[in-house]
């Protein structure tokens, strides 16, 4: 599939354990919609924060987890996109 879009609500207090997605072959997009202080994501050796308004681009091929210490629920929007060193030949497979 070349593109998929969902919206991730994530309540306080919760912990998403190490694990990887199914697939090289994408990247994923989350924008930042209501971000409260205390979420945070790890993906590889790299751990990051939303911020509302702004985008954070993964590759969910790599070990990643999700902690979300705030007070107030988490949204972000997620999209999912080809890698770009996909060929066209490889997306139509």
């Given at each position: 599939?070349s593109?998929?879009?969902?919206?991730s609500?994530?309540h306080p207090?919760?912990h998403?354990?190490?694990h990887?997605?199914?697939?090289?072959?994408r990247?994923r997009?989350?924008l930042g919609?209501?971000?409260?202080e205390g979420?945070r994501i790890?993906?590889?050796?790299?751990?990051?924060?939303?911020?509302?308004?702004k985008v954070?681009?993964?590759?969910?091929s790599?070990?990643?987890?999700?902690?979300?210490?705030?007070?107030?629920?988490r949204?972000?929007?997620?999209?999912?996109?080809w890698?770009p060193?996909?060929?066209e030949?490889e997306?139509r497979?």
């Amino acid at each position: 599939r070349s593109s998929d879009l969902k919206y991730s609500v994530m309540h306080p207090g919760t912990h998403v354990w190490p694990h990887t997605g199914p697939t090289n072959c994408r990247l994923r997009m989350h924008l930042g919609l209501v971000i409260p202080e205390g979420v945070r994501i790890r993906c590889g050796n790299e751990t990051k924060v939303w911020d509302e308004g702004k985008v954070i681009i993964l590759d969910d091929s790599f070990e990643h987890e999700v902690w979300h210490n705030g007070s107030r629920f988490r949204l972000i929007l997620i999209v999912d996109m080809w890698h770009p060193d996909l060929t066209e030949q490889e997306r139509r497979t």
